[in-house]
């Protein structure tokens, strides 16, 4: 029998999450968008929630909270705001090289002084296989022209590619772009002047696995983006009356409504999956992959038709679906987008040794 119960603890903690995005970012999506940030007030409670560090190495023994937690709240912030969720995390993706290569140490050291100032962010640029090569290493420093990046401000740049990953602090300089998706954790041109490399680890081992636990955050947000869209265009359907019935009622649709949510309950399962194995220890980095495609690619089905369900007013910015629309196409572009998660997840499965068939009926 299998038991799909998170238990009370993974439970409080998502309750949490969506308290906290019910409390402070639903009620002012627009206006976040349009300001690019989700405001002071936002910022002190998830400071004061503690859910920058949920997996912190330091953190993790005693609370016995890693990626499965971070996962539920991610999910539960997207279904609100994606943008907003990048904006409040102070390291976000770019913890997981510093702790896969670097350690408690480096977390310590690079992590805590962007919890002490607020609105401090960290990036992670992925330099390697998928990705446009933008950044140029000259020495001991980096130089390049990342073309977007969601955010306005950037205190810590970590470049991570296949053998390892350097962090700068110096040479940063961003400048504002308007912003498709994601507009309110900002948008803009990431410009490395010579920057200087503060620290740097190598080991293709701790990059894959780095690379795994941010593609798996990045999942997490589709999985809340997807969710959402499904959820907000079925009420709307379940609302909206046409030839005597809700418009939920007619085939069509009807079978269109259960497939988003197939899709969406698809994508939770592997991303769950996946931040289980890292919990546990076990190869996640096929897994990740995976789970990364697979809300890509759906987001891609679900998000465009959540707009379709409500028709003319699916375009209109009275409801949010256009804005998840925006939301899926962008975060699946992250991290060598659906190509390089497809490559790695294919590499994974082709590591396992092929076992001979049997016959029918053998033991």
Not at 21 to 43: I, V, Y
Not at 61 to 77: D, K
Not at 178 to 192: I, K, P, V, Y
């Amino acid at each position: 029998m299998i038991d799909f119960q998170i238990g009370d603890e993974l439970e409080l903690v998502r309750n949490t999450a969506l308290n906290y995005a019910d409390d402070h970012l639903r009620p002012a999506l627009r206006e976040n968008e349009s300001a690019r940030t989700p405001g002071r007030a936002a910022e002190e409670a998830f400071a004061e929630i503690g859910f920058a560090t949920l997996e912190w190495p330091e953190l993790d023994a005693e609370s016995g909270l890693g990626a499965v937690a971070r996962y539920l709240v991610l999910e539960e912030l997207a279904a609100a705001d994606p943008g907003a969720a990048l904006a409040l995390d102070p390291l976000g993706p770019a913890l997981y090289p510093l702790m896969e290569l670097g350690g408690p140490d480096a977390v310590r050291d690079f992590g805590e002084p962007l919890l002490s100032s607020m609105g401090s962010r960290g990036l992670l640029i992925w330099n390697g296989a998928g990705a446009p090569r933008c950044l140029e290493r000259k020495g001991n420093s980096w130089s390049g022209v990342v073309p977007w990046v969601p955010a306005d401000r950037a205190d810590l740049v970590v470049v991570l590619d296949e053998e390892g990953a350097s962090v700068v602090q110096q040479g940063i300089e961003l400048e504002r772009l308007r912003g498709s998706g994601l507009r309110t954790a900002g948008a803009s041109e990431l410009t490395l002047h010579s920057a200087p490399i503060a620290a740097e680890w190598s080991g293709a081992d701790g990059a894959r696995r780095a690379l795994a636990r941010a593609r798996l955050y990045v999942a997490a947000l589709l999985v809340g983006v997807m969710r959402e869209s499904s959820d907000y265009s079925r009420r709307y359907a379940m609302d909206r009356v046409a030839f005597g019935k809700p418009i939920a009622h007619h085939q069509a649709l009807a079978f269109l409504i259960a497939d988003m949510a197939i899709a969406v309950d698809s994508a939770r399962i592997l991303g769950l999956e996946a931040a289980w194995r890292l919990d546990t220890g076990r190869p996640g980095e096929e897994a990740s992959a995976t789970a990364f495609l697979e809300a890509a690619e759906q987001a891609t089905f679900v998000t465009p038709n959540g707009v379709q369900i409500l028709g003319g007013h699916g375009f209109m910015q009275d409801h949010p679906v256009e804005k998840f629309m925006r939301e899926g196409r962008t975060l699946g572009l992250f991290f060598g987008g659906v190509d390089g998660a497809r490559e790695d997840a294919a590499r994974g499965m082709k590591a396992f040794p092929e076992e001979p068939l049997l016959p029918l009926g053998a033991a």
